[in-house]
């Protein structure tokens, strides 16, 4: 069951614009991680946000946890070619129990 | 300090066959996760281990499905018989307490069943 919805589940956009991508739930998460999977790996980890208003900055990617902790965004500023992956967001519940969301497939055209 | 390591990376198979999958943790991490994904979707839980036990299989087909962790290290993963629907990645994962919340994930078995 995954409790994590992301929107939206496709993107296409041009480089050099901008997006951001959402992960929402009705359930409170420990802690959030965001990863990014390319074609015939495994999910890379990008950030892991654990404070409510928490907010992370990795270079060009903003993420940022719910007041709450029951969502999430990814902000992504004047995307490159090499950002084209598939994102996902997985919410930890204590006991090392994780959800993941449902994935958001983005391709940036050069 | 090496990943997690996943064979095979690619089986092909036909339907009603057997497979089994791999996986070998991250060395201390005692947390082990199978998971499967579909083609541009989210992982799905289907085991989660702790050391040698298995505490959460709600999700696992215990019809066709198995799976072991001996000695709380490596685990394998066997579909008996396999359906068509069966096809999908296979991931492994694992964690550990002192390392935090964080997952560390292997590349993925790709299995297609004909």
């Known amino acids: 069951t995954q409790l994590l919805e992301q929107s939206p589940q496709f993107l296409s956009i041009q480089e050099g614009e901008n997006l951001t991508v959402y992960c929402n739930s009705s359930s409170v998460f420990s802690s959030l991680q965001w990863y990014r999977q390319e074609p015939g790996e495994g999910p890379v980890l990008l950030v892991t946000?654990?404070?409510?208003?928490e907010v992370k900055k990795l270079k060009r990617l903003t993420f940022q946890f719910g007041d709450a902790r029951k969502d999430s965004s990814l902000h992504i500023t004047a995307a490159q070619p090499g950002d084209t992956g598939l994102y996902l967001c997985a919410g930890a519940k204590t006991g090392n129990q994780f959800y993941f969301g449902t994935g958001t497939s983005l391709t940036v055209i050069p | 300090e090496a990943g997690v390591v996943q064979s095979p990376r690619y089986k092909i198979i036909e339907k009603k066959q057997p497979v089994a999958f791999w996986c070998n943790p991250i060395?201390?991490?005692?947390?082990l996760y199978w998971y499967r994904q579909n083609l541009g979707q989210g992982p799905e839980l289907l085991i989660r281990?702790?050391?040698?036990?298995?505490?959460?299989d709600s999700q696992l087909p215990k019809d066709r499905f198995s799976a072991e962790r001996l000695k709380g290290v490596d685990s394998t993963l066997k579909i008996q018989p396999a359906e068509l629907g069966d096809s999908a990645v296979y991931l492994c994962a694992s964690s550990s307490y002192l390392a935090g919340e964080t997952q560390y994930f292997g590349p993925g078995t790709r299995l297609l069943v004909l």
């Open positions: 060395s201390g991490h005692n947390t």
């Open positions: 281990y702790e050391n040698e036990e298995a505490v959460d």
């Open positions: 946000v654990v404070t409510g208003g």
